[in-house]
């Protein structure tokens, strides 16, 4: 059975930085496509990073420049460093995984994925 299990949501203030990670059981990570996710209070879920198995990524607008999606095949962990955090980062943020590849854009689109977790949360507040 897939699981994915999050960690490292905290409070944290605007322009601090943060790393997520999601440690995946039960499947074989290095060949699936992983995604992080967040889902803020009155919002709709959007996608945040995806990488590929080879390596490939894509983030949405918002984050550019200041996220950076990481996976290590070797201890099955997926990350999501965060940089200069803003308010509107607030949220909670899962992981997702899927057996598939996908293009750049579908990447970030939560039908893509079949597992999930059940989030961590971050809170960037003064």
């Known amino acids: 059975q897939a699981v994915l299990v999050e960690s490292g949501g905290a409070l944290v203030q605007p322009g601090g930085s943060l790393t997520l990670s999601c440690r995946a059981h039960?499947?074989?990570?290095?060949?699936?496509?992983m995604a992080w996710f967040r889902q803020g209070p009155g919002t709709r879920r959007e996608g945040v990073a995806g990488?590929?198995?080879?390596?490939?990524?894509n983030y949405v607008d918002s984050v550019k420049g200041r996220f950076t999606i990481s996976r290590n095949d070797t201890s099955n962990t997926l990350n999501l460093q965060m940089d200069n955090l803003k308010p509107e980062d607030t949220g909670m943020y899962c992981c997702?995984?899927?057996?598939?590849?996908?293009?750049?854009?579908?990447?970030?689109?939560?039908?893509?994925?079949?597992?999930w977790g059940t989030g961590t949360l971050v809170i960037v507040s003064s």
């Open positions: 997702a995984a899927d057996s598939r590849q996908w293009g750049r854009v579908t990447l970030l689109s939560s039908e893509a994925y079949s597992t």
């Open positions: 039960g499947f074989v990570f290095g060949t699936y496509t």
């Open positions: 990488i590929n198995p080879p390596g490939s990524t």
